[in-house]
């Protein structure tokens, strides 16, 4: 009979990866919410410059990169589902409609009126 042991990596490498899918399921549990990124060291007991690492390693960006990232593709849904631009921007929690559309642009290269409605 074999026993494995965990070793003291694989502690540790499974501690990282509860605390990456903590502040993964944070981010997208408050997207329709303003967080304060400052709030996640106190969820994973860390700082922010050693969580920000971890999370990169997992999901190849910062949390300050995903966030955004997530609400732009939460957008896109609530479009297609014929909710307006101002609404979309204001359910999402953005500063303004303006900021949204800019934001919305930069990272799919359309504006937020194309995707209105439409099945792209």
Same mark, same amino acid.
């Given at each position: 009979?074999?026993?494995?042991?965990?070793?003291?990596?694989?502690?540790? #490498?499974?501690?990282?990866?509860?605390?990456?899918?903590?502040?993964?399921?944070?981010?997208?549990?408050? @997207?329709?919410?303003?967080?304060?990124? %400052?709030? @996640?060291?106190?969820?994973?007991?860390?700082?922010? #410059?050693? @969580?920000?690492?971890?999370?990169?390693?997992?999901?190849?960006?910062?949390?300050?990169?995903?966030?955004?990232?997530?609400?732009?593709?939460?957008?896109? @849904?609530?479009?297609?589902?014929?909710?307006?631009?101002?609404?979309?921007?204001?359910?999402?929690? /953005? #500063? %303004?409609?303006?900021?949204?559309?800019?934001?919305?642009?930069?990272?799919?290269?359309?504006?937020?009126?194309? /995707?209105?409605?439409?099945?792209?």
């Amino acid at each position: 009979m074999m026993v494995l042991h965990n070793t003291p990596e694989a502690c540790i #490498d499974n501690q990282k990866n509860d605390i990456f899918e903590t502040i993964r399921a944070y981010l997208e549990d408050n @997207l329709e919410s303003d967080i304060d990124m %400052s709030e @996640l060291p106190d969820l994973a007991n860390m700082r922010y #410059d050693k @969580l920000s690492r971890l999370f990169q390693e997992r999901a190849g960006v910062t949390p300050h990169q995903y966030y955004p990232d997530r609400k732009i593709k939460k957008a896109v @849904l609530l479009l297609r589902s014929g909710l307006s631009v101002k609404e979309t921007s204001y359910r999402l929690c /953005f #500063d %303004s409609p303006y900021y949204f559309s800019r934001l919305f642009k930069k990272k799919t290269g359309e504006s937020p009126h194309c /995707f209105k409605g439409t099945g792209k």
